[in-house]
C-alpha cells in the first residue's frame, strides 16, 4: 500500500504532550530534536523543542542533516524518513494549534524517492493512538481537540491557529 502525504491539526494541552510521546516510543519509534551539535540526530528533549521529528531507529542512518553555520546541524525533514510533529503552545491563556505531519518521499534529481512503508503504517497508528485516546473532533473549534484543551477553554482560555 502506498501512502500519500498527510497531516493532522489538533490542540493538545502541553500538559498532556509527555503522555503522548511515551505512547509513540512504546510503537518502537524514536523521537528526535529538530537540530543537534553534531551530524547525527539527538533525542528531543519534551520540554523545550517545539518540533519533533519522529521515526524508526532503523532508518535513523539515513536522515539528512543539514549544516546551519554555527549553529550546528538541523533535520532536513523534506528528504528525510520522518513524521514531524509539531506541538501546541500555551501562552497565557491562549493554546496554539499543533500539526503532525507524513510525507511518503521526495522529488530526486531523477525519479521520485519514496520512504519506506513502514513510515506510513507508523503514522497511521499515531493518528488511530490520537484519535481513540486523546482527541475528539468538534466542529465549533474546527479540528481535534484533546480533554485538556476543553477544560482550558471552558475556564476561559482561548485557541490561537499560529
Avoid at 532508518?59 to 528528504?79: Q, V
Avoid at 491563556?93 to 505531519?101: D, E, K, P, T
Avoid at 493512538?129 to 471552558?154: A, R
Wanted: charge should be neutral; charged fraction near 25%.
Amino acid at each position: 500500500m502506498t501512502y500519500k502525504n498527510q497531516q493532522l491539526y489538533f490542540y493538545i494541552h502541553p500538559n498532556e504532550m509527555d503522555v503522548i510521546l511515551d505512547k509513540i516510543s512504546l510503537m518502537g519509534a524514536v523521537i528526535y530534536a529538530p537540530h543537534s551539535k553534531s551530524n547525527i540526530p539527538t533525542t528531543a528533549d519534551i520540554e523545550s523543542d517545539a518540533t519533533f521529528y519522529i521515526t524508526y531507529p532503523e532508518f535513523s542512518e539515513i536522515i539528512n542533516m543539514r549544516r546551519a553555520g554555527n549553529n550546528g546541524y538541523f533535520i532536513d525533514d523534506t528528504t528525510s524518513p520522518v513524521i514531524e510533529l509539531n506541538k501546541s503552545f500555551l501562552r497565557g491563556n491562549c493554546l496554539s494549534r499543533g500539526r503532525i505531519y507524513f510525507r511518503n518521499g521526495f522529488d530526486g534529481r531523477e525519479a521520485f524517492v519514496s520512504y519506506p512503508q513502514e513510515l506510513g503504517e507508523l503514522y497511521k497508528k499515531i493518528i488511530k493512538e490520537l484519535k481513540e485516546n486523546f482527541l475528539t473532533k468538534e466542529k465549533i473549534y474546527l479540528g481535534y481537540i484533546s480533554k485538556d484543551s476543553k477544560v482550558l477553554l471552558n475556564s476561559g482560555g482561548t485557541l490561537s491557529q499560529f
